[in-house]
């Protein structure tokens, strides 16, 4: 509502009002940037589990001092009838309790102090919940973000973020309406079914509070592309012409090792009138091998082999060396890239193609230009 916050902001620092927020958010340091940024110095929780149950937001409430909610997204000149009411204190009634299951209680333990060491213990609990009872929606979407949770922590495990994208989609089928939901998956999934940018003020942010002689709230996990990209509403756009193949034929020795891991999570639409995916990959030289990047003699590259019909949002993709690289490096590389059906109907195939890097074995190792095939599922939500 226009002038919202100012208003508030003004009524907290006279005491006529109390002002505390919620927010459904996978990463809760993300609000508190964003709350820095706008100076706001109010408590804001962070539900990511989405244990109120909100279908979506923003939602306004105005509570009295007795915890009665009297207006839900009010109008402008409702705050100032609020302020002014006197109103009495309701009937006492009996209220009914609701436990949380146990292995609810450990998830919300585990997201509210972000501990590592949780994660697995919480998710078993909650995956013999979902297997109990399938058709639970909020216990699919729940088990998603404990998932995605434990990806972005010291315990990540190479299958979690497919299996919140998996886990978040099964959610969303069997409760369509749930909006909550949808803009978790979209947060990562194709820009034809986006609705804005999730995290394009992030820049904009640091450079204001930095500006003001701040330091911004440091970031657990940085927006991937995905979670910068704006929305587009043409397939045609989303276009990128081939151009010419790493190995067109075949000829370059394969990573038998391997020794680079590939994880891939394919994200699809979220909407059937805008079908189409976006692919994560996230290629990782594997310690076990001692493998490192080479990074003097160029980049990584990914070619696919679109099936006729479908626009790509680029081939082959360049996997863009860090800035400042060394000789070596052995960080995790990532590439994200789109895939649009001509026609809604299309049916979901599998996507093939390669990834082509050069890579060393050892301290001392040979370093080798290898290629690695892959193969993505592209399943229908």
Not at 26 to 47: A, C, I, K, N, S
Request: include cysteine.
């Amino acid at each position: 509502m226009p002038g919202w916050h100012a208003r508030t902001a003004e009524l907290e620092k006279t005491g006529q009002l109390r002002v505390a927020g919620l927010a459904t958010e996978q990463h809760g340091d993300r609000t508190r940037l964003f709350m820095q940024w706008h100076g706001m110095e109010w408590p804001v929780m962070v539900d990511a589990l989405n244990l109120i149950g909100v279908r979506a937001v923003p939602i306004t409430l105005l509570l009295d001092g007795h915890g009665v909610i009297r207006y839900v997204n009010p109008k402008p000149d409702d705050l100032a009838v609020f302020l002014k009411t006197d109103y009495p204190a309701p009937a006492p009634t009996p209220r009914e309790e609701s436990p949380v299951p146990p292995e609810m209680a450990l998830a919300l333990d585990a997201v509210a102090r972000n501990d590592a060491g949780l994660y697995n213990e919480a998710l078993a609990g909650v995956a013999k919940r979902a297997a109990a009872h399938p058709e639970d929606a909020e216990t699919q979407f729940r088990l998603g973000v404990l998932y995605r949770k434990r990806h972005d922590s010291s315990a990540r495990k190479a299958d979690d973020f497919h299996q919140a994208v998996a886990h978040w989609s099964r959610a969303l089928a069997l409760n369509p309406n749930q909006y909550i939901w949808r803009r978790r998956i979209q947060q990562y999934g194709p820009r034809l079914d986006k609705p804005y940018s999730f995290y394009d003020w992030v820049a904009e942010a640091r450079k204001a509070i930095t500006a003001r002689g701040e330091t911004p709230v440091a970031l657990a996990v940085e927006p991937s592309g995905a979670e910068f990209a704006t929305p587009s509403r043409s397939p045609a756009a989303e276009a990128a012409p081939a151009e010419k193949h790493p190995d067109p034929e075949g000829k370059l020795a394969r990573d038998a090792a391997p020794l680079v891991r590939i994880e891939s999570v394919v994200v699809p639409s979220t909407d059937p009138k805008a079908p189409g995916y976006r692919v994560h990959l996230v290629l990782t030289p594997d310690a076990a091998h001692q493998a490192h990047w080479n990074n003097e003699s160029g980049a990584s590259a990914l070619w696919l082999d679109a099936p006729e019909g479908w626009t790509l949002s680029g081939n082959p993709l360049v996997l863009a060396l860090p800035e400042k690289a060394g000789a070596t490096s052995d960080e995790a590389r990532a590439v994200e890239f789109e895939l649009t059906p001509a026609t809604a109907g299309s049916a979901p195939p599998v996507l093939t193609g390669a990834v082509f890097y050069y890579v060393c074995e050892g301290e001392n190792g040979t370093c080798l230009y290898l290629r690695q095939d892959v193969r993505l599922l592209l399943e229908k939500r």
